[in-house]
């Protein structure tokens, strides 16, 4: 029995059609071949899958879900679907779903690397780094020369602070497959100064030549900015970078005017500030570390994790799953039902997310949530979670949108275009500040530039604000061993530095970011 079994010759053969072109990322081809068969075999797993597949390339996450369930239902032995099934719950957020069906998928074909690898993604991004490193070890026992295992691995070790293992893992990934993107990137993400004039030429080599796919492309060219950076090449740098950045954005490209007008429209659910969950002290110790990308938000996570009364979870995706998950109870898109919430429908979505996170409720200690993106939902957080404390970070928005601009961050696309970046920012200044003024006693604005000037007075100002005894561990916080997922591991390890703004050595090439930003 295969998959096909039940398809008529010519539905067969427009599924292959379909299932080569969705591989090769030729979408609008597969789905072409897809419709008629599709049209003709609504029901059938294999049909479901490559539709889920077609789903999953246009973001739509939760459509590929349910059509995944659909063939799962049909096949609960095949290996491959439940590998399919947890991808997609993956891409949505929901990462223990994910991590549960990719068991699964592992449980029932033992020899599935593919399903190993994602396992290991997954767990990755679920910060459950110990089980994922298991996971791609088991990946890289069946298959070696599996690069996403390595490169990954790579990863993790720098996360824990073992720059040397890392940069020689992707040293060696590169001297095997010279157009790895993920291994290039990985280079320039320790920022230790790793890049010399061969690595540039190679580089450039390679963006000349046809060899690497466009996700390569786009992560090499943002490598080779970084090099001709460390070199004080700036012109060439910005160049390289805009050239990345425009394939990036080609890819995928972002909506600034719809999001102006979600972040509005969640502004106005939320004010005046509904009725709050019915439950003194829903979210004591929990501490929501929001902000921009680059804008140091990884830097205020290391210095509450450094207390001895707090741990440090990294990007935790709990918040935003469970407004999605009343979202699709009520048949509604977040905040049109915000109107219809009771005290003790926020009880319960507080109840639902302390839940999620039970894992970081450990030894008597509070934990952050430092998912950057989170700020947007400050006003359901408040209604949730009312003794909860949220730290919005804030920090000079030309060196923040130029800081975003040149990292490589896949799964934000606005940071991509300088107007959009702008746009972006405009809409987190308007909602911080909003937030700030009609929750002063738990929206704290902590300043990057009042940190680098004064840290002690600065770290004593944000503990109070979060309720904890100043500790002297929160000053030395780059002596605090954790795992950190986020660009900024390495910068965390390292005493504070007056030194890292950049604006200045790129000059008028950014007039047009700072004519976006009003800072001309």
């Given at each position: 029995?295969?998959?096909?079994?039940?398809?008529?010759?010519?539905?067969?053969?427009?599924?292959?059609?379909?299932?080569?072109?969705?591989?090769?990322?030729?979408?609008?081809?597969?789905?072409?071949?897809?419709?008629?068969?599709?049209?003709?075999?609504?029901?059938?797993?294999?049909?479901?899958?490559?539709?889920?597949g077609?789903?999953?390339?246009?973001?739509?996450?939760?459509?590929?879900?349910?059509?995944?369930?659909?063939?799962?239902?049909?096949?609960?032995?095949?290996?491959?679907?439940h590998?399919?099934?947890?991808?997609?719950?993956?891409?949505?957020?929901?990462?223990?779903?994910a991590?549960?069906?990719?068991?699964?998928?592992?449980?029932?074909?033992?020899?599935?690397?593919?399903?190993?690898?994602?396992?290991?993604?997954?767990?990755?991004?679920?910060?459950?780094?110990?089980?994922?490193?298991?996971?791609?070890?088991?990946?890289?026992?069946?298959?070696?020369?599996?690069?996403?295992?390595?490169?990954?691995?790579?990863?993790?070790?720098?996360?824990?602070?073992?720059?040397?293992?890392?940069s020689?893992?992707?040293?060696?990934?590169?001297?095997a497959?010279?157009?790895?993107?993920?291994?290039?990137?990985?280079?320039?993400d320790?920022?230790?100064?790793?890049?010399?004039?061969?690595?540039?030429t190679?580089?450039?080599?390679l963006?000349?030549?046809?060899?690497?796919?466009?996700?390569?492309?786009?992560?090499?060219?943002?490598?080779?900015?970084?090099?001709?950076?460390q070199?004080?090449?700036?012109?060439?740098?910005?160049?390289?970078?805009?050239?990345?950045?425009?394939l990036?954005?080609?890819?995928?490209?972002?909506?600034?005017?719809?999001?102006?007008?979600?972040?509005?429209?969640?502004?106005?659910?939320?004010?005046?500030?509904?009725?709050?969950?019915?439950r003194?002290?829903?979210?004591?110790?929990?501490?929501?570390?929001?902000g921009?990308?680059?804008?140091?938000?990884?830097?205020?996570?290391?210095?509450?994790?450094?207390?001895?009364?707090?741990?440090?979870?990294?990007?935790?995706?709990?918040?935003?799953?469970?407004?999605?998950?009343?979202?699709?109870?009520?048949?509604?898109?977040?905040?049109?039902?915000?109107?219809?919430?009771?005290?003790?429908?926020?009880?319960?979505?507080?109840?639902?997310?302390?839940?999620?996170?039970?894992?970081?409720?450990?030894?008597?200690?509070?934990?952050?949530?430092?998912?950057?993106?989170?700020?947007?939902?400050?006003?359901?957080?408040?209604?949730?979670?009312?003794?909860?404390?949220?730290?919005?970070?804030?920090?000079?928005?030309?060196?923040?949108?130029?800081?975003?601009?040149?990292?490589?961050?896949?799964?934000?696309?606005?940071?991509?275009?300088?107007d959009?970046?702008?746009?972006?920012?405009?809409?987190?200044?308007?909602?911080?500040?909003?937030?700030?003024?009609l929750?002063?006693?738990?929206?704290?604005q902590?300043?990057?530039?009042?940190?680098?000037?004064?840290?002690?007075?600065?770290?004593?100002?944000?503990?109070?604000?979060?309720?904890?005894?100043?500790?002297?561990?929160?000053?030395?916080?780059?002596?605090?061993?954790?795992?950190?997922?986020?660009?900024?591991?390495?910068?965390?390890?390292?005493?504070?530095?007056?030194?890292?703004?950049?604006?200045?050595?790129?000059?008028?090439?950014?007039?047009?970011?700072?004519?976006?930003?009003?800072?001309?």
């Amino acid at each position: 029995m295969t998959r096909l079994d039940g398809l008529d010759p010519e539905a067969t053969r427009l599924l292959v059609a379909a299932a080569q072109a969705l591989d090769g990322g030729r979408l609008v081809q597969a789905e072409t071949s897809l419709q008629p068969v599709l049209a003709r075999y609504p029901d059938h797993p294999e049909v479901l899958r490559l539709l889920a597949g077609t789903f999953s390339a246009r973001g739509a996450h939760g459509k590929a879900i349910t059509a995944m369930r659909r063939a799962v239902a049909q096949r609960p032995g095949d290996a491959l679907y439940h590998n399919t099934l947890g991808m997609a719950l993956g891409a949505s957020g929901n990462l223990d779903d994910a991590a549960e069906a990719l068991r699964q998928a592992c449980e029932l074909d033992p020899g599935l690397v593919v399903a190993w690898y994602n396992r290991g993604v997954v767990l990755t991004h679920g910060v459950r780094n110990a089980e994922a490193i298991d996971a791609l070890q088991q990946a890289l026992r069946l298959k070696p020369e599996h690069l996403g295992a390595r490169a990954l691995l790579a990863d993790l070790r720098r996360m824990q602070g073992q720059t040397a293992e890392a940069s020689a893992e992707y040293r060696r990934i590169l001297a095997a497959h010279p157009a790895t993107g993920m291994a290039w990137w990985g280079l320039a993400d320790l920022h230790i100064g790793a890049f010399d004039e061969d690595d540039v030429t190679r580089m450039r080599a390679l963006l000349a030549s046809n060899q690497p796919a466009p996700p390569d492309r786009v992560a090499i060219g943002f490598a080779l900015a970084n090099a001709l950076e460390q070199l004080g090449r700036y012109p060439e740098s910005f160049q390289v970078l805009s050239e990345a950045a425009a394939l990036a954005t080609r890819q995928r490209r972002w909506n600034a005017t719809a999001f102006s007008a979600l972040a509005q429209r969640i502004r106005d659910a939320f004010t005046p500030p509904p009725a709050a969950a019915n439950r003194a002290g829903l979210g004591q110790g929990v501490i929501f570390v929001v902000g921009l990308p680059r804008s140091g938000t990884t830097l205020v996570e290391q210095i509450l994790a450094s207390h001895p009364a707090m741990q440090g979870t990294g990007e935790l995706t709990d918040l935003p799953l469970v407004l999605s998950e009343e979202s699709r109870a009520r048949g509604k898109a977040f905040p049109d039902w915000v109107a219809d919430a009771r005290p003790a429908d926020w009880a319960r979505l507080g109840q639902r997310y302390l839940q999620r996170t039970a894992r970081w409720q450990r030894e008597g200690k509070g934990f952050t949530d430092k998912l950057p993106a989170n700020w947007l939902y400050i006003g359901a957080i408040r209604a949730m979670l009312p003794a909860a404390t949220i730290v919005v970070c804030r920090r000079d928005p030309l060196e923040t949108c130029l800081s975003s601009f040149r990292q490589y961050l896949p799964n934000n696309e606005y940071t991509n275009n300088l107007d959009d970046l702008a746009a972006y920012w405009r809409d987190f200044d308007a909602g911080a500040s909003h937030y700030a003024k009609l929750h002063p006693d738990k929206v704290y604005q902590h300043v990057y530039e009042s940190l680098i000037a004064d840290p002690q007075a600065s770290i004593t100002h944000l503990l109070e604000a979060c309720g904890l005894d100043y500790d002297p561990a929160c000053l030395a916080f780059h002596a605090t061993n954790r795992p950190v997922r986020s660009p900024s591991a390495a910068q965390v390890r390292q005493p504070l530095r007056s030194d890292t703004a950049r604006s200045a050595r790129y000059g008028e090439l950014l007039d047009p970011l700072r004519k976006a930003l009003g800072v001309m």
